[in-house]
């Protein structure tokens, strides 16, 4: 009989982890890699740029292989390189990882369990994720998936479920090999923001299926300081990151394959956005003219890194 040990050990044999850093914190890096290692085949830190040396702290780590950039190409790029490593190392599943997550113990495992199952049922896997929870709020966010012209929050009825969505976050996201070999790499003009809404919807179109796993979990910090609104903590980025995340929504829409009823929701939700950080978050002026920027871009079609 199998023990737990040496199972666990055979799942982990068939991911490697991919944990994309930019300046980060060494002590929740080092958290991270502690966490993640264990559940693992190898783990590979593409690291885009930061201005921080970070030569010594790689040394000392075990089983881990940096993939040091020379300059920020942004998120995309950075996980299509660790992508690219991992399939010359080869692997079944690559887990893609922001610095700021620290995933459990066995949140690997679940995923993996889940993305076999789903596989095994015939089901055209794109990727699967863990429920997340950002200990600067109540309760995990929920799962999202659109329907007709509604967003669904799946609320995770059990452990044990395992819902549809539209997409996954990118951090704890577990994604076959051969699925991204015929969905195609995240869009390296993006930079930052909606890259992975993007591919998963762009899997989805393909027919390819996402699915949260309410048993697995994580901890993860979305945004930088929330601003408490009406009983919520909204989430809050830099001018620059509201740049980019404007920008690449209204690219989006503009692309004919996109599902209509997402275009209109996300649309509508994308102007509250405008609206709510316009006036709600500071430096304001700076907030409007970023986004503002980003939705002329997007139109424009004006893609890539933004020129300092």
Same mark, same amino acid.
């Given at each position: 009989?199998?023990?737990?040990?040496?199972?666990?050990?055979?799942?982990?044999?068939?991911?490697?982890?991919?944990?994309? #850093? &930019?300046? @980060?914190?060494?002590?929740?890096?080092?958290?991270?890699?502690?966490?993640?290692?264990?559940?693992?085949?190898?783990?590979?830190?593409?690291?885009?740029?930061?201005?921080?040396?970070?030569?010594? &702290?790689?040394?000392?780590?075990?089983?881990?292989?940096?993939?040091?950039?020379?300059?920020?190409?942004?998120?995309?790029?950075?996980?299509?390189?660790?992508?690219?490593?991992?399939?010359?190392?080869?692997?079944? $599943?690559?887990?893609?990882?922001?610095?700021?997550?620290?995933? #459990? &113990?066995? =949140?690997?495992?679940?995923?993996?369990?889940?993305?076999?199952?789903?596989?095994?049922?015939?089901?055209?896997?794109?990727? *699967?994720? @863990?429920?997340?929870?950002? @200990?600067?709020?109540?309760?995990?966010?929920?799962?999202?998936?659109?329907?007709?012209?509604?967003?669904?929050?799946?609320?995770?009825?059990?452990?044990?479920? *395992? *819902?549809?969505?539209?997409?996954?976050?990118?951090?704890?996201?577990?994604?076959?090999?051969? #699925?991204?070999?015929?969905?195609?790499?995240?869009?390296?003009?993006?930079?930052?923001?909606?890259?992975?809404?993007?591919?998963?919807?762009?899997?989805?179109?393909?027919? &390819?299926?996402?699915? +949260? *796993?309410?048993?697995?979990? =994580?901890?993860?910090?979305?945004?930088?300081?929330?601003? $408490?609104?009406?009983?919520?903590?909204?989430?809050?980025?830099?001018?620059?990151?509201?740049?980019?995340?404007?920008?690449?929504?209204?690219?989006? $829409?503009?692309?004919?394959?996109?599902?209509?009823?997402?275009?209109?929701?996300?649309?509508?939700?994308?102007?509250?956005? $405008?609206?709510?950080?316009?006036? =709600? #978050?500071?430096?304001?002026?700076?907030?409007?003219?970023? =986004?503002?920027?980003?939705?002329?871009?997007?139109?424009?079609?004006?893609? +890539?890194?933004?020129?300092?």
């Amino acid at each position: 009989m199998t023990n737990s040990s040496e199972q666990t050990e055979n799942i982990a044999d068939r991911v490697i982890g991919i944990i994309v #850093t &930019f300046n @980060p914190d060494i002590k929740q890096l080092s958290k991270l890699i502690d966490a993640v290692t264990p559940q693992v085949q190898r783990l590979l830190i593409v690291d885009n740029g930061s201005s921080t040396d970070l030569a010594s &702290f790689f040394a000392e780590q075990t089983n881990v292989e940096p993939i040091v950039l020379s300059e920020n190409y942004g998120i995309a790029k950075a996980q299509n390189i660790g992508i690219e490593r991992a399939q010359t190392l080869g692997t079944d $599943y690559v887990l893609l990882l922001d610095q700021d997550s620290i995933p #459990t &113990f066995d =949140m690997v495992t679940i995923l993996v369990a889940a993305a076999s199952t789903k596989q095994k049922k015939g089901i055209k896997l794109a990727c *699967v994720g @863990p429920r997340y929870h950002d @200990p600067r709020q109540e309760v995990p966010v929920p799962f999202i998936q659109i329907k007709s012209y509604r967003i669904m929050r799946q609320i995770c009825e059990s452990k044990d479920s *395992v *819902v549809e969505v539209d997409y996954l976050i990118a951090s704890g996201c577990l994604i076959p090999l051969d #699925t991204i070999e015929h969905i195609g790499a995240m869009k390296e003009e993006f930079f930052i923001d909606y890259v992975d809404i993007e591919w998963g919807l762009r899997a989805q179109e393909q027919g &390819f299926q996402s699915f +949260g *796993v309410c048993g697995a979990s =994580m901890e993860h910090q979305l945004g930088e300081k929330p601003v $408490y609104f009406r009983g919520r903590h909204i989430p809050v980025h830099s001018p620059l990151r509201h740049y980019y995340h404007f920008r690449n929504a209204v690219w989006l $829409y503009r692309q004919s394959w996109l599902r209509h009823n997402w275009k209109i929701v996300d649309g509508f939700r994308l102007l509250r956005k $405008y609206a709510f950080y316009s006036l =709600m #978050t500071s430096p304001r002026l700076q907030h409007c003219k970023m =986004m503002s920027l980003g939705i002329w871009h997007g139109l424009l079609g004006k893609m +890539g890194k933004l020129d300092s």
